[in-house]
């Protein structure tokens, strides 16, 4: 079966610090990637998509991600966070353009 | 601007009610769907309409009932049937093509 994996449920960094939050899912020939960060009480918002072309995709506040095909990961990254990124972020994938799995959540923790 | 509202916000009810959740859209899209959300769960699909007077189960149907009389409108009911309705309750539309969600800001449904 499809599946999408976050190998960290939760991810504590300092603030000012780089952070990296680790997505996997199973390999496929067609596949949509996705992260999405989640304030407390709040719906998902979009940060960033690859859907095909670079690599390399920037979202917002920020962000950015790496597709790699040959790892079936999609890893989210940021160089310098901010007390203000603490959240939920989850990474989703769509198979052949088929309904969006989603991994459990990571909880990014920042402290001054 | 276009969006989700979910109504109401914060809900509270006693065992043995039912209770019915509002997802509005006027983004034009024709797929919706509900989510729940559960601490550590991450999101698990209850229902989807991928087009007016037509709807199919998630992997959590049970103890749920949808309607999709119009494009804009999703209403989820969570019956007395549903064992453990506390959670998060998250509506989404799809923009078609690639997969991707936009969610409303959720419902948190809390049984006395």
């Known amino acids: 079966a499809q599946s999408v994996t976050q190998l960290d449920s939760q991810v504590p960094v300092f603030e000012e610090a780089p952070v990296e939050l680790r997505c996997n899912y199973s390999?496929?020939?067609?596949?949509?990637l996705f992260w999405y960060v989640q304030y407390p009480n709040q719906g998902l918002q979009l940060l960033l998509k690859?859907?095909?072309?670079?690599?390399l995709v920037k979202g917002i506040n920020g962000f950015e991600a790496e597709f790699n095909k040959s790892q079936t990961s999609f890893h989210l990254r940021k160089p310098s966070v901010h007390i203000s990124d603490t959240a939920e972020y989850f990474c989703?994938?769509?198979?052949?353009?088929?309904?969006?799995?989603f991994g459990t959540g990571t909880r990014l923790q920042v402290f001054p | 601007d276009g969006g989700i509202t979910q109504s109401p916000k914060y809900l509270f009810r006693k065992e043995g009610q039912n209770v019915t959740l509002s997802c509005e859209q006027n983004?034009?899209?024709?797929?919706m769907y509900w989510y729940r959300q559960d601490p550590g769960q991450g999101l698990r699909l209850i229902y989807y309409?991928?087009?007016?007077?037509?709807?199919q189960k998630g992997d959590i149907a049970e103890g749920y009932s949808v309607s999709r009389e119009k494009k804009e409108s999703f209403p989820l009911t969570v019956t007395s049937a549903q064992k453990n309705p506390t959670a998060f309750y998250l509506c989404?539309?799809?923009?078609?093509?690639?997969?991707?969600?936009?969610f409303g800001e959720g419902s948190r449904l809390t049984v006395l």
């Open positions: 989703a994938v769509s198979y052949n353009t088929d309904k969006l799995i």
């Open positions: 390999s496929s020939v067609s596949v949509y």
């Open positions: 690859y859907l095909s072309g670079s690599t």
């Open positions: 983004l034009n899209h024709d797929a």
């Open positions: 309409s991928q087009i007016v007077n037509d709807f």
């Open positions: 989404a539309s799809d923009a078609g093509g690639t997969g991707e969600l936009f």
